[in-house]
């Protein structure tokens, strides 16, 4: 599976777009990009994946570049309860439903 | 739906004790995962279980480290002997897997079980 890049942290104001980043310059055609996140002490929870197009539920938009080398999280508002640590993986699908985890982003909501 | 359920959801014991993690999936759901995250390493896949069967067990640490899943609603992670450097969280998720044509693979995870080894 690729490897991705995220950056350590962010802060994002209360109300505002939370876009969080993720390089995985190394992925191939059939790996998907999915997105977690951990609230603190809690397990991670599924937000979104997707392949080449952009996806959006009604947590978050996954916007993912035309070359896939890249993708953005975006929390449209977001509030306080999204402070947490935000994963983003890469993954073969199908396959044998593996995740690695990297070391994410921990994104800070500020009031 | 209840959810991934763990137990003990805390676990206090002294080095050279045996401890047993439980895990029962959600109930339908044929992929069960161990993981363990601690602030050095970060969340680690342990083993996966497809179908009740050991799938990937690369990232079991080394032998005192044994999982077992004799039915598709039970799962336990076992340390034999433990040691300090065990101490971390463990989560258990499971996950769909497949239903009929369709491959769902969103990893319900569990609360996680915090262990403390002296």
């Known amino acids: 599976d690729a490897k991705t890049t995220q950056p350590p942290s962010m802060d994002c104001a209360e109300g505002r777009a939370a876009n969080l980043p993720c390089n995985h310059s190394t992925i191939s055609g059939n790996e998907y990009v999915y997105w977690y996140r951990q609230i603190h002490s809690q397990g991670p929870q599924y937000i979104i994946h997707g392949l080449k197009n952009n996806e959006t539920n009604e947590m978050a938009s996954l916007i993912i570049t035309e070359d896939r080398k890249s993708s953005t999280l975006i929390l449209p508002h977001a509030t306080l309860r999204d402070t947490a640590v935000y994963y983003c993986?890469?993954?073969?699908?199908?396959?044998?439903?593996?995740?690695?985890f990297g070391t994410g982003t921990r994104l800070k909501v500020l009031a | 739906d209840a959810g991934v359920i763990q137990s003990p959801r805390h676990e206090v014991t002294e080095m050279g004790q045996e401890v047993t993690l439980r895990c029962k999936p959600i109930s339908g759901h044929n992929s069960l995962f161990w993981y363990r995250q601690t602030m050095m390493r970060g969340l680690e896949l342990l083993i996966y279980?497809?179908?009740?069967?050991?799938?990937?067990d690369s990232g079991m640490p080394e032998d005192r480290f044994s999982a077992k899943m004799p039915n598709a609603s039970f799962s336990t992670l076992k340390i034999q002997p433990s040691e300090p450097r065990d101490s971390a969280v463990y989560f258990c998720?499971?996950?769909?897997?497949?239903?009929?044509?369709?491959?769902?693979?969103?990893?319900?995870f569990g609360p996680g079980t915090r262990l403390l080894v002296l």
């Open positions: 279980f497809n179908n009740n069967v050991p799938i990937d």
């Open positions: 998720a499971s996950t769909l897997g497949t239903s009929g044509n369709l491959v769902v693979e969103t990893q319900y």
């Open positions: 993986i890469v993954r073969v699908y199908p396959g044998t439903y593996k995740y690695i």
